[in-house]
Structures are given as structure tokens and as C-alpha cells.
């Protein structure tokens, strides 16, 4: 059992560029998230899903998208990268209310 | 005002004490309580989970939660350098969407 993983580990985009931050879980939770920790601001919500085909936004969606095509992945898209997005991105899925996390992206933005 | 409310520390404590990690929170709906240890550069994880009001103990960890007081704890005994990292709170209602967290409070133990 993996559990979710998350790729790439490391990432240095330039502004205005575009990436997709992968996340899978082999567990087969129906809800997966996306979170974003800034230092000291601990973390935030950018979208969820409640099973494949349906998501929602969270807190701080604004230049990001997600889709959700099968119960196993759940891909995070920057389109237009800015400065505002650095951070580390980190993806979880939840059984009932227990959530587990992936190991994290960390992402800068120049 | 935030939803759930954390001390962010940081703490720094002698080994083998007892240490005492807290959050309150606004939500009454919530009924679900989570702590999470945060190591550095490594992703949360799940180390108690509690279900409403009441203690559950799982060897050195203690967690408590009082919702008449909107108020819930993490206990650490015999704490160990090991015990280093930030610890997260985090709750969610009965319907479990989302879950709504602390900012965390960063710990060291002193060898």
C-alpha cells in the first residue's frame, strides 16, 4: 500500500508558465483534497472531491484547476503561474473523517 | 474569527516532560478531532482521532476534547527528541467534506 503519493517532490517554475501537480491514492477513498501550506499560515483548501467526476472549491481556489476522472487521481493545474504560488502543495485522501496525506510538492515561482 | 484557533509556539520543552498542545475553535457542529504531527519537509500525520466529547489514550498520547468549552488538548508524557515536529489540530462536522485545521504548533524536546 503506497498510500498517496505526490509528483514531482520539487518543482521551479517561471511566471506565466503552466504544470500539473500529480497526486494517486491506492486506497480507494472517494474524497481527495488539495491543500497549500505557507509558513505559519498552516493549511488551506484549494479544491476537493467527492468521488470521480465531482469537485468543489475550497478556500483559496483562485489559478488553480482540478479534474477528477478516476477514484485514483486527482491532478492540481497552474495555468498561469505567480509568485503568489509559491508554496508546498500537498494532497490527501480521507476515509470517513480520518485523512492521510501525500509527502508534498514544493513549489517556487520566479 | 478563524474556526479553530492554535498557540503556533513555539515550545521547546526538556525531555521527559509532560507536554499540553491546545485548540479552540467557533464551529459547535464539529464532531470530529484530529492531531497531526508535521515533520520537516514531510507531509502531516494522522496520530489521534476522537469522536465527539471524552479522552482516548494511545501509548504516550493523550487526547481530550471538551465541547462545552469548544476546547481540545494533545498530551505528550515521557516526551523524546523524537517528539520534535509541529502538531496540527483539525476537526471536521458530521457530514466530513472538509476539515478545518490549526496553524500548527512547533515543538522541540531538549535531549
Known amino acids: 500500500n503506497a498510500g498517496v503519493t505526490q509528483t514531482p517532490k520539487f518543482r521551479i517554475l517561471k511566471i506565466g508558465q503552466s504544470m500539473t501537480l500529480q497526486c494517486a491514492q491506492d486506497?480507494?477513498?472517494?474524497?481527495m483534497y488539495w491543500y497549500r501550506q505557507d509558513p505559519g499560515m498552516g493549511l488551506k483548501l484549494i479544491y476537493y472531491s467527492v468521488g470521480a467526476g465531482i469537485t468543489d472549491k475550497g478556500e483559496v481556489p483562485n489559478g488553480y484547476n482540478v479534474s477528477r476522472s478516476t477514484t485514483e487521481d486527482f491532478p492540481l493545474r497552474l495555468e498561469l503561474a505567480a509568485p503568489s504560488q509559491t508554496s508546498v502543495y500537498f494532497c490527501a485522501s480521507s476515509r470517513l473523517n480520518e485523512q492521510f496525506f501525500g509527502p508534498g510538492t514544493r513549489l517556487t515561482v520566479l | 474569527q478563524k474556526e479553530v484557533e492554535q498557540d503556533p509556539g513555539p515550545l521547546s520543552v526538556p525531555e521527559g516532560a509532560i507536554v499540553s498542545l491546545n485548540c479552540t475553535y467557533s464551529n459547535s457542529a464539529f464532531q470530529y478531532f484530529m492531531w497531526y504531527r508535521q515533520y520537516s519537509r514531510k507531509g502531516p500525520e494522522l496520530l489521534m482521532y476522537t469522536y465527539s466529547s471524552g479522552n482516548k489514550e494511545d501509548g504516550r498520547f493523550t487526547a481530550q476534547v471538551d465541547k462545552s468549552s469548544k476546547y481540545i488538548s494533545l498530551f505528550i508524557r515521557d516526551s523524546q527528541p523524537s517528539d520534535s515536529a509541529t502538531y496540527l489540530c483539525a476537526m471536521s462536522t458530521p457530514t466530513g467534506n472538509q476539515f478545518y485545521f490549526g496553524t500548527g504548533t512547533s515543538l522541540t524536546v531538549i535531549p
Open positions: 486506497m480507494n477513498h472517494n474524497y
